[in-house]
């Protein structure tokens, strides 16, 4: 293991006091079984349950997002979530990623969403 971790552009880390409590992921949605959502950048996202309802993951991932629209400006961003996942399927919601369609994987029926491209401001 090196003693410093390697950078790996579009991972996150969320902390809290110190102590990791949650990890985000944009990256290319290469092989994707939806053709709508291949190749388009893909957000993810997995917090502890302790730290699950305080706004952190809203927080965190509209943080990401801004990351990302300064980096892509003009880019989508897509998002898969089971419809049973209701904390999930809230908090997408709340990131500005509406429906693209319901797809049937991994035994659950799964949602796929997607955020418009953010136009740079003039
Ligand atoms: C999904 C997850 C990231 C939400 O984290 P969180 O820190 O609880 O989210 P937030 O506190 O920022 O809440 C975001 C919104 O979702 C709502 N919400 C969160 N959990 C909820 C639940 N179980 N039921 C209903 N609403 C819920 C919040 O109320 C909030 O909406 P609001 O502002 O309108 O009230 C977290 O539960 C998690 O990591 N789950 C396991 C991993 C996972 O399911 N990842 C997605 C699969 S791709």
Known sequence: MPGVPERWPGSFVVTLDGAM?????LRRATGHRRPAAEGK????????????GFGYAA???????DWFDGLLPGEPVV???QTANVGSMRLAAKLGFTE????????????LG?????T???
Do not use: N
């Open 21 to 25: 409590i949650g990890q985000i992921l």
């Open 41 to 52: 950048a893909d957000l993810g996202y997995l917090f502890l349950p302790r730290a699950w």
């Open 59 to 65: 927080e965190a991932c509209a943080a990401a997002l």
């Open 79 to 81: 998002l898969t979530t």
């Open 100 to 111: 693209v369609e319901r797809f049937r994987a991994w035994d659950a029926e799964q949602w």
């Open 114 to 118: 997607l955020r418009p491209a953010v």
């Open 120 to 122: 740079p401001s003039a």
